[in-house]
C-alpha cells in the first residue's frame, strides 16, 4: 500500500505564507499525479492544485497565482506553497496521489489533514 504523510500546516495572519509537504511511501511502484484538497467546515472537500509526474499542474481558481505545487520529486514528495492567504483558505488540507502500490492497481490515497487558519 502507499502511506501519505502531510506537515507544514498551521495558524498564520491574513497576507501570510505557509508552505505544505506530502511525502508518499510504501510499496510503490508508480505514482500517477499528487495533488491537494481541502475541506472547511460545512463544505465539501474541494481540489486545491494537482500536479503529474510529467509535472503538469492544475489549479482551482481560487489560488490560482497565490499558491504553488512542486513538481513530484525523487523522494516522491509534494509541497504546496501557499502565498497571499486569505480566511477563506481557512481548511483542513488533505494531500491526495493516484498511485499504483505494487502487485495493485492504480487508486487514489489520501492523508490523515493538516490544519490551516487564517486569521484576519
Known amino acids: 500500500q502507499v502511506q501519505l504523510v502531510e506537515s507544514g500546516g498551521g495558524l498564520v495572519q491574513a497576507g501570510g505564507s505557509l508552505r505544505l509537504s506530502c511525502a508518499a511511501s510504501?510499496?510503490?511502484?508508480?505514482?500517477?499525479?499528487m495533488g491537494w484538497y481541502r475541506q472547511a467546515p460545512g463544505k465539501q472537500r474541494e481540489l486545491v492544485a494537482t500536479?503529474?509526474?510529467?509535472?503538469?499542474?492544475n489549479y482551482a481558481d481560487s489560488v490560482k497565482g497565490r499558491f504553488s505545487i512542486s513538481e513530484i520529486n525523487a523522494r516522491n514528495t509534494v509541497y504546496l506553497q501557499m502565498n497571499s492567504l486569505k480566511p477563506e483558505d481557512t481548511a483542513v488540507y488533505y494531500c491526495?496521489?493516484?498511485?499504483?502500490?505494487?502487485?495493485?492497481?492504480?487508486?487514489?490515497?489520501w492523508g490523515q489533514g493538516t490544519q490551516v487558519t487564517v486569521s484576519s
Open positions: 500536479v503529474t509526474r510529467s509535472g503538469s499542474t
Open positions: 510504501g510499496r510503490i511502484f508508480s505514482i500517477n499525479t
Open positions: 491526495n496521489a493516484n498511485a499504483r502500490a505494487i502487485l495493485s492497481e492504480a487508486r487514489d490515497y
